[in-house]
């Protein structure tokens, strides 16, 4: 009979002491949920890594690092974002929690600029055939992939694809199309001088250099039609070639700054006015 009562006792105490810990780690939780919310993003950090080191059972991983790996990206710590949400990814229970996880995931990468990552894992989730029903979803991150690569013909065509999305399709589309052929400023001023400025928009640039190299041009021309040879290869090497080579290197600079120009400003809008989801 003794024997017995001190079976019970005992299996009442273990009982006590883990209804007692999942309650203390509950609080734990909810606790670094109310200073995340407040902002206190790295304060929050410090006692999930408190629950995670007391949670034997791994019953709260998921959840705990999910939302550390929120107060880093808040916290602008990219990689430490990464850490994180791979941990909860492979700490997921069910599809759902997976997949949230792995979105979390393409989106810091999105913010890193590690296109190719992100994608990688859009990829992943498409070929695994479970979230087949969440394909608007990824093509809508895999827009958001190809815009901070600066790929908005490519941002556009993912769009497309989603009900809806008519805004970011058109904006990227209109990015696209506001772009200068950085390549096609280099041939034009190949064939005529200050044609690759003309196109990028600098003109005052493209009529001074279509006036040196006339200029040089002329000086050099005149020189061999002198018999002043040396003179006509030095006006060639040094002046008329200085500002026929120039002129194809400015026109591509240019037209790279422009297009800098005209994506750095989509990026402020998306920035500033949309009111979407954003990574």
Known sequence: MIKVLYQILFFTAV??????????????????????????????????????????????????????????????????AVSCFSTAERFSRSDDEKYKASVELVRVNILRRSTEQALKIINRLESSGLFKDRQDSLNYWKGWAYIFAGSFDKASDEFHKIPGQF???????????????ERLAKILSVFLPGAGQFYTGNYINGIISLAWNIFSGYLTINSFAEDRVFDGIVTANLLWLRFYIGGIQNSEEFAHNNNITIINRTLLYLQNEFTGLKP
Do not use: H, P
């Open 15 to 80: 009982i006590n002491s883990l209804l007692f810990s999942q309650q203390a780690l509950q609080q734990q939780y909810e606790y670094a949920e109310k200073l995340y919310s407040k902002g206190n993003y790295f304060d929050a950090v410090t006692e999930l890594k408190r629950l995670v080191f007391f949670d034997s059972a791994r019953q709260y991983y998921y959840k705990a690092y999910m939302l550390m790996g929120s107060s880093y990206k808040n916290g602008t710590l990219l990689n430490d």
């Open 167 to 181: 805004e970011l399709d058109s904006l990227c589309r209109a990015t696209d199309n506001a772009q200068y052929s």
